[in-house]
């Protein structure tokens, strides 16, 4: 009896053990199945990153940052103050310029003044020369028929005293009359010429052989051209001046966040050279380099799952959105050309965009590792 009690009870520790191996390799068979199924129903990445598009800030001219306050991981919003540069040299020029253009347009109102006098001065003048024309006009056909009238006066009396039913003293009164007439006839004549002229005369600013005080409407407005073109031009610099002070202040393109600052206030900046850069927060993605050989079994919709490495624990999920067409050797800086003709085959990278859909996108930035596992079972 007592010989056979330790045998018995080595055998359940026998069976434990074997169960437990049975077990065991039971869990592993799993584990290797389900691993084979996810193998052949996933795409899994461990080096993908965010990304965001990075826009660097720059100036468009030269000079000294007078206002610059802006620290890694502010909050910008489009339009909002990112330096201001020196601009007293500029300011100063700027109120130049606005005298300059009050200048021009009060030369251009003064033109405009003189024209509407002149033309009522030249309206008055060709009037006045009309009304003398026409009055030396009517005065010429007066004379005439007095002359007419004083011409037969003195044929009927020279008739009459040839035939001495009249004296000599009646024939020369009509003769002295009738040649009185013809120099009154004459000088109508001449007046009339006189007020022609005039009235041409009038046409080009001279009134009565003098000059009016203001010259003809055409050169007025002629000048008024000048005088529009010279207020053109002021307001054109002074344009060009505003443009350049609202330059002086630099703004933010974009509402984000501020990656880096890349100046310190009160240094001389170039025109073109980068101030800061930054991002914007609600513009995030993931790219990850797939393997060719896997690249075939992506389409844009497939879902993703993202693990952060920063935040293991939040749940991230995102939809691949564009599958690149290009490897990402080719956009290396020093190509391998292989000239030696020994070839070892690589697989390449493609890249692949994914869009983030779920997830506490205020925890992440760009830059972050992830790891992404994409469902190509919906192909």
Not at 107 to 123: A, I, M, P, V
């Amino acid at each position: 009896m007592t010989s056979s009690s330790p045998v018995t009870a080595r055998r359940p520790s026998r069976r434990l053990k074997l169960a437990a191996l049975v077990v065991l390799a039971l869990l592993c068979l799993v584990w290797m199945a389900f691993a084979v199924v996810h193998r052949l129903t996933h795409v899994s990445v461990q080096d993908a990153r965010i990304m965001a598009s990075q826009v660097t800030v720059s100036s468009r001219l030269d000079g000294w940052v007078t206002d610059f306050t802006i620290t890694e991981g502010d909050q910008l919003k489009k339009g909002d103050t990112v330096a201001r540069l020196y601009s007293e040299p500029e300011q100063r020029r700027l109120d130049s310029l606005q005298a300059e253009v009050a200048t021009q347009q009060a030369k251009l109102d003064y033109e405009r003044t003189r024209l509407e006098l002149g033309q009522r001065q030249f309206q008055g003048g060709l009037t006045i020369t009309g009304q003398e024309l026409d009055s030396a006009k009517a005065a010429e056909q007066a004379a005439r028929s007095r002359l007419t009238s004083a011409r037969e006066d003195y044929k009927r009396t020279e008739a009459l005293y040839k035939k001495g039913s009249i004296s000599k003293q009646r024939r020369d009164q009509d003769y002295y009359a009738y040649q009185t007439a013809r120099a009154e006839y004459q000088r109508a004549k001449q007046e009339v010429a006189v007020s022609q002229s005039q009235a041409d005369n009038a046409h080009v600013g001279f009134l009565n052989g003098v000059q009016v005080p203001l010259p003809p409407p055409e050169v007025m407005r002629s000048r008024i051209k000048v005088a529009e073109n010279e207020l053109a031009r002021a307001r054109a610099d002074l344009e060009e001046e505003q443009v350049r002070m609202r330059d002086l202040r630099v703004p933010s393109p974009i509402g984000g966040v501020v990656n880096k600052t890349l100046v310190d206030q009160g240094e001389y900046v170039s025109a073109g050279q980068p101030l800061l850069m930054m991002h914007d927060p609600d513009d995030l993605w993931v790219e990850a380099n797939i393997k060719e050989t896997d690249i075939g079994d992506l389409h844009p919709g497939q879902p993703v799952a993202i693990t952060v490495d920063a935040y293991p624990d939040a749940h991230f999920a995102g939809q691949v959105r564009i599958v690149g067409r290009a490897a990402t050797s080719q956009f290396a800086l020093l190509p391998d050309p292989n000239p030696s003709g020994n070839f070892t085959k690589i697989t390449q990278r493609i890249p692949v965009r994914i869009a983030l859909t779920e997830g506490p996108m205020d925890r992440i930035g760009p830059g972050m590792m992830v790891e992404v596992d994409i469902d190509i079972r919906g192909k």
